[in-house]
């Protein structure tokens, strides 16, 4: 554990926040508390701290692994629906970022839109982290770039492809990449792009490549990576016949990967729609182990963020 490393920003809400030194530390940190955790070696770096957890949407590993990772490190961690709280009876996000700001060290929210989660960080006196909105997801690339690295040993140099739809984890994903020198092939269908600045401003530091190509963008690829049509803002949309067939990640187009590609997906999946189930559950899939680093890298996150303060 690098004991020294703080960080310059308070908050992780796009992932763009971390400088390359800061998210390569992060990743290593993770990689070796990991090791600690499996070794039996527990330290309490967040002892008395008190994490509060608001879900505005619903979860499986970000509110576990969140929850988890705290008492792991010592700490607490408070499970707050949106629903439950005074928000729901019109209290302003800025009075809830001020309250919960006298009450706990550090907030991590999943919110429907990302101008909510920047009005509740500019209001909290807490580093607030992005547990998922509608346009990027931080948390879940730090686990991917740990899982590529654990795999492949390095990410410098390293090819990847992401396949679907350019949303709010293939947004923070192509930051990931941009500060991890990965080269990001990313194929969508016409109109489901991801956002434009990001690739702008990522292209200065990594090849960003876009196309309506699935075969063209894992051509060469170290990684391939999809994630569901139908992201949970867009739960009254039918979007999946923009997608199907030629956007599946199937074992025809695996093929055309390198062989030693592995497979990536954020999880929950859709097998039969963005994946088919030979792949996400055949030998190159690495989800598993990408699902369980979301607490490593969590936990290696939240004491870099604590360690500023
Ligand atoms: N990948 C991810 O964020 O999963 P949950 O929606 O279950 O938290
Ligand atoms: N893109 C998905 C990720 C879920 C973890 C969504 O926003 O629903």
Redesign the pocket.
Known sequence: MDEEMKLKTKDLLTLNELGKTDLSGIIDNAIKMKKDLKEGISKPLLKNKTLAMIFQ?P?T??RVSFETGMFQLGGHALNLSADELQLKRGETIEDTAKTLSRYADLIMARVYSHEELELLAKNSTIPVING?S?SF?PC?ILADLMTIKEKKKKLDGLKLAWIG?G????NSMIYGCAKSGIEISIATPKGYEPNHNVVKESGKLTEVKLSNSPETAVHGADVVVT??F??????TTDRTNDFLPRFQVNSSLMKKAKPSAIFMH???AKRGQEVTSDVIDGSQSVVWDEAENRLHAQKALMVALLRRV
């Open positions: 949407k979860s590993r970000t998922l509608d997801h879940q739809d949303n709010n984890v293939c994630d569901t139908v992201s949970i803002h867009h739960q954020c999880l929950p």
